[in-house]
């Protein structure tokens, strides 16, 4: 977890509330992803970013948007937040590996959001 | 849609016995990449193997990668508790994208 942080850590919000999560790095690395973890179903790419204000969709984007006006920041956000967006939400970020050419990525703590 | 899928979803084996997991993927990749996570906490990368590569070492950790299955598997050997975690296989078929299987867990007995 070292070098990328998220906040909240846990946070509980009620149906049709908007909701921002916060990825923070000081890694600074030019990929950021965010993901979501739901029993069953592994992680899910949400969207991601390769640099400052590019950005573009994964698998399961609907529902969400994201910014990142800085290297250091990519924020999620849920305009309005639905019972089936609980789950557990994990931040990545990534570069090339200079001996692999390959990118390795690193996570966050992740974010345990609930949606009653 | 999930490109990599685990076997067996769960094992549970004695400390000291050796544990092997299995990831099967659908479509041509450039790496394989397998990822340890603890309860309650992220991802820790653990080793990759790239798609030309069909063995992999790292201390306690093997690797295999048949290509023409499209199948991969991770040996650890010598368990210990502290293995016990959900372990998850990662294909690229980009160079910067991941996608995850939806891993196997693993649990260690004293």
């Known amino acids: 977890d070292a070098g990328i942080t998220q906040s909240p850590r846990h946070k509980v919000t009620e149906t049709g509330t908007p909701v921002t999560l916060r990825c923070h790095q000081t890694?600074?690395?030019?990929?950021m992803y965010w993901y979501r973890q739901d029993p069953g179903h592994g992680l899910r790419l949400i969207h991601y970013s390769y640099g400052v204000k590019d950005t573009d969709k994964g698998e399961v984007s609907d529902g969400y948007s994201v910014s990142r006006s800085k290297t250091e920041d990519f924020l999620l956000t849920l305009e309005s937040a639905t019972s089936s967006q609980t789950s557990v939400y994990f931040c990545?970020?990534?570069?090339?590996?200079?001996?692999?050419?390959?990118?390795?990525?690193?996570f966050g703590p992740g974010t345990r959001l609930t949606v009653t | 849609s999930q490109q990599g899928e685990e076997d067996p979803q769960a094992l549970s084996i004695q400390e000291g016995e050796n544990a092997t997991m299995n990831c099967s993927y659908k479509?041509?990749?450039?790496?394989l990449q397998w990822y340890r996570q603890n309860s309650g906490r992220g991802l820790v990368h653990l080793i990759l193997?790239?798609?030309?590569?069909r063995e992999k070492h790292s201390g306690r950790l093997r690797v295999t990668l048949d290509t023409s299955k499209k199948s991969s598997s991770l040996l650890i050997t010598a368990s210990r508790a502290a293995d016990t975690a959900s372990y998850f296989c990662?294909?690229?078929?980009?160079?910067?994208?991941?996608?995850f299987g939806q891993g196997t867990r693993l649990t260690i007995n004293p």
């Open positions: 990545a970020i990534s570069e090339s590996n200079t001996r692999t050419g390959s990118y390795e990525q690193y």
């Open positions: 990662a294909t690229a078929q980009g160079a910067q994208k991941l996608v």
């Open positions: 890694e600074n690395h030019r990929y």
């Open positions: 193997i790239r798609s030309n590569e």
């Open positions: 479509t041509s990749i450039n790496n």
